[in-house]
């Protein structure tokens, strides 16, 4: 694979880092609750998904599945998914998973910027924190376009773009815009050197209209009532409570 500088550069840090996601991916592989980002918001309040019940048999592709427990998700709501991820780290958490819970589907090791599967042959796109911010969107959404059928949705969950122009190195995000609004586009961190992509709205609009997508819905997460603080440090509760810290996407392919 000749992978582009930025995709190394993240496969490598999951490849560091990918312990640290097995006690909170074993977490949500074992409950059938789902949730979205970093409050657990529930998918009955989010409601990104649509009706569940019409989950059953579609096929899903996650791109940038982690441990794959969204991916889990929708298999125990009858889907055939797909988990894609760069990291074999990850993927082979995902498969330890699959062996305890007894719950099986292809997991592939591929960029999801160049998925090797056929065009059109998925009805339900997801993505939370995978391709959504560690692809570069130029890439991952006309895959993602090219991988659906007509009609087919794609839905993403990634960090707020308040949450990103405040973003700081090693704390939390405050009140002040530290970035300006074009250099989220991409954005470049040390500890360890990962590149993270976050698109602003109108430009992400026009990308996801150009590759034939219609917007149907946009959820600006606020955490629930009763949310606690959560493990990560860039992110407050009080910051939370106040601007969106997190923003799901739900998007269809227009049918033709
Ligand atoms: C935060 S996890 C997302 C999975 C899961 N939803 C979660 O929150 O744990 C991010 C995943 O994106 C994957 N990833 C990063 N760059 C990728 C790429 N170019 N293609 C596919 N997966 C990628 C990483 O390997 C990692 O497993």
Redesign the pocket.
């Given at each position: 694979m000749n992978?582009p500088e930025?995709?190394v550069k993240?496969?490598d840090?999951?490849?560091s880092t990918?312990g640290d996601?097995v006690a909170?991916?074993r977490k949500?592989w074992e409950t059938d609750v789902i949730t979205w980002g970093i409050w657990e918001l529930p998918e009955s309040e989010v409601q990104a998904l649509g009706d569940l019940a019409q989950i059953k048999g579609l096929d899903v592709v996650?791109?940038?599945?982690?441990?794959?427990?969204?991916s889990a998700w929708m298999a125990k709501l009858g889907a055939n998914p797909v988990g894609?991820?760069?990291?074999a780290?990850?993927?082979e958490t995902a498969r330890a998973f699959q062996a305890e819970f007894d719950l099986h589907f292809p997991l592939i090791e591929?960029?999801?910027?160049e998925v090797p599967l056929p065009d059109a042959s998925f009805d339900f796109a997801i993505?939370?924190?995978?391709?959504s911010?560690?692809?570069d969107p130029t890439k991952?959404i006309p895959e993602a376009t090219r991988l659906l059928r007509p009609g087919g949705v794609l839905v993403f969950?990634r960090n707020s773009t308040l949450g990103s122009l405040t973003a700081i190195a090693d704390g939390p995000s405050g009140s002040e815009l530290v970035r300006d609004y074009h250099s989220i586009d991409r954005m470049e961190w040390d500890n360890p050197p990962t590149v993270e992509f976050q698109m602003p709205h109108g430009k992400l609009i026009r990308l996801l209209r150009a590759n034939g997508f219609e917007i149907e819905d946009l959820v600006e997460v606020f955490p629930p009532a009763d949310a606690v603080e959560n493990r990560y440090d860039y992110i407050t509760l009080e910051w939370a409570k106040k601007w969106p810290s997190e923003e799901i996407w739900r998007v269809r392919k227009r049918a033709g």
């Open positions: 992978l930025h995709v993240n496969r840090a999951w490849t990918s996601w909170p991916g949500s996650e791109l940038g599945c982690g441990t794959a427990y969204f894609i991820d760069i990291t780290a990850q993927l591929a960029s999801a910027e993505s939370e924190y995978g391709a911010i560690w692809c991952w969950l």
